[in-house]
């Protein structure tokens, strides 16, 4: 805890710390933890997990890819600090502070886990037998199951993000949730679990129940990109504070909780959009990828033909010759 952090915030019912010196750059990035750093912790955890798995792997002879832990351990990085840094106090109190936090948890975060592919380390480093049997019986089913399938449905991650913009900011309900600790928690935990949710059908290569095709990973990016977009547009143009619980942050901060709003709107409305554009490139790149592959084999059936498919057919025209001589 470093001396950046001072009393619990009297408004804010739960264990939170509050930094008193104001915003910049080095108090965002202080690395000042909250009496229970829940998110931290999930972030620590999944890295040491993740990080565990690929050198079992390793170990044993068989290939992981450096660039999937990167990737991975990258988004548990980002995590931590994100949520376990001096940004995560100056969130309570700022609508910009935790538009950015909602955004990186969403949009940011999730290509990252999901490029580390942690369905297949999950797969290839879990023994088949004992405890490592019945991890992997529980992950198929999960996968299999009706509710895995209507999660993971591309279908449903639209509706999601329309709830954690226009539902929770065009209501009440995010002054009361932010009012609390345990309000503010459940947020950010369901931001996470929403990006996720929403980025595993449009980039995971993973086993998934409902798999779709690059024209339709691409179509669920543009639908969802205006989604923040204009919500960032609304945010921008509002003339009054849009959530009670930023609207008093410590005097010696010096924030304009109006100017403040414009910018989290703003954030809503660029931000927001980078990670959409670099997924929707990702996308593109492999569809490309994939329809040279697909045209290569073709050209090298065209040039040498399919030598199963000629040794069937010579097979059939001995048996129609020897009938005829029959």
């Excluded at 202080?30 to 390793?58: D, E, F, K, N, S």
């Excluded at 044993?60 to 840094?85: E, I, K, N, Y």
């Excluded at 990186?104 to 879990?126: D, H, S």
């Excluded at 509706?159 to 995010?174: D, E, K, Q």
Aim: hydrophobic share 50%; glycine share 8%.
């Amino acid at each position: 805890m470093t001396g950046q952090v001072a009393a619990v915030a009297a408004h804010i019912d739960g264990p939170v710390w509050i930094p008193t010196d104001p915003p910049s750059w080095e108090t965002y990035l202080a690395p000042t933890i909250q009496p229970i750093p829940v998110i931290p912790i999930i972030g620590l955890a999944l890295a040491a997990l993740y990080l565990a798995g690929a050198v079992r792997v390793w170990t044993t002879g068989r290939r992981w890819s450096p660039w999937a832990t990167l990737s991975f351990l990258t988004g548990c990085a980002v995590l931590v600090v994100v949520m376990g840094a001096g940004v995560e106090g100056y969130g309570l109190e700022m609508f910009s502070v935790f538009m950015f936090q909602q955004l990186t948890l969403m949009m940011a975060i999730p290509p990252l886990l999901v490029l580390g592919r942690p369905g297949t380390l999950l797969l290839r480093a879990v023994p088949h037998h004992g405890f490592g049997r019945t991890v992997l019986v529980a992950a198929r089913w999960g996968l299999r199951s009706g509710v895995g399938r209507v999660l993971l449905h591309p279908a449903l991650m639209i509706p999601v993000f329309l709830l954690c913009f226009y539902a929770l900011y065009f209501s009440s309900l995010a002054g009361r949730l932010l009012s609390t600790w345990t309000g503010h928690l459940s947020l950010e935990l369901l931001f996470l679990i929403a990006g996720i949710l929403f980025t595993v059908p449009v980039l995971s290569r993973d086993p998934l129940p409902n798999p779709q095709g690059h024209l339709g990973r691409a179509a669920d990016m543009f639908i969802e990109m205006p989604t923040h977009a204009f919500f960032g547009v609304i945010v921008m143009m509002s003339t009054t504070p849009m959530v009670s619980a930023f609207t008093h942050p410590p005097q010696s901060w010096g924030i304009d909780v109006l100017a403040d709003q414009v910018t989290a709107g703003g954030l809503a409305w660029s931000y927001g959009e980078l990670p959409a554009l670099i997924v929707l490139l990702i996308i593109f790149v492999r569809w490309r990828k994939d329809e040279s592959r697909q045209t290569a084999a073709a050209d090298q059936h065209t040039l040498h033909g399919d030598p199963e498919l000629d040794a069937y057919n010579a097979y059939l025209q001995q048996l129609a010759e020897r009938d005829r001589r029959s």
